[in-house]
């Protein structure tokens, strides 16, 4: 449910098409409603006469979501952006939280409490729990890119993707009804690995790079599944 309303603007459904969308995948409308009042209790969905709409968490995963599926700066000056998390006699809570903050923006762990990225990213979320300092290291710039970031691995992964989300759009074209559960997952497979593009400079980047053809590729999918889930809608109703 989380997933079908991220995909959403705005982020917004019905009780009822919510527990349509589940049964779906075989979830019954029972463990449905449960679903939905727990995320309700947690915070992450508000209702109203509406329907239900993501808030909190949610709805800032949704922004991100959306600022990994646009374009990026490529260039880039040699400068690296660091983040050293002071603080060790903070709650291991706290702890674990502000390496969750630096990874989502895009950080990579250098040394123990020590992250560091290229100084590419005008939007980088600097967080306030942290030191911040422009760096120039003394390693390669692209060996060190590849040891943290390991864009060799993404690039594989996203190629597999592409392939996949290429024959799901075209499948859905010819068989909406019979391929949205399928076409579901491959996008929400390949959003979630849209979002874990470390956004590299293109330099530090191995040729060729499948970043750009992969966003191309979910935005062609996300019309071609906005019109077969209408569509799959109106046949529930």
């Keep these: 449910m989380a997933s079908l309303l991220l995909g959403r603007r705005p982020a917004r459904a019905t009780g009822r098409d919510l527990i349509r969308w589940c049964a779906l995948f075989g979830i019954s409308p029972g463990t449905a409603r449960v679903a939905l009042h727990r995320m309700t209790g947690a915070g992450e969905l508000v209702r109203d006469v509406r329907g239900y709409e993501i808030v909190g968490g949610l709805a800032q995963r949704q922004d991100e979501q959306q600022a990994r599926l646009e374009s990026y700066p490529s260039r880039w000056n040699g400068r690296w952006r660091m983040a050293v998390a002071v603080g060790d006699a903070r709650p291991a809570a706290v702890r674990s ?47 060190l890119a590849n040891r943290l970031f390991a864009p060799r691995t993404w690039s594989r992964h996203a190629n597999e993707l592409l392939r996949r989300l290429d024959r799901t759009t075209v499948a859905m074209a010819e068989h909406p009804q019979a391929s949205l559960a399928d076409a579901f997952l491959a996008g929400a497979a390949t959003l979630r690995h849209i979002r874990a593009d470390p956004r590299l400079p293109k330099v530090l980047l191995p040729e060729p790079w499948p970043g750009t053809a992969l966003r191309d590729a979910y935005g062609a999918y996300q019309r071609q599944f906005a019109t077969a889930a209408r569509a799959w809608f109106r046949t529930q109703a």
């Design 97 to 143: 939280d502000v390496r969750v903050a630096l990874r989502r923006a895009g950080l990579a762990e250098w040394r123990e409490g020590v992250w560091i990225r290229p100084a590419n990213l005008p939007d980088l979320a600097e967080d306030p729990r942290c030191s911040w300092l422009d760096v120039i290291p003394d390693d390669d710039p692209v060996m």
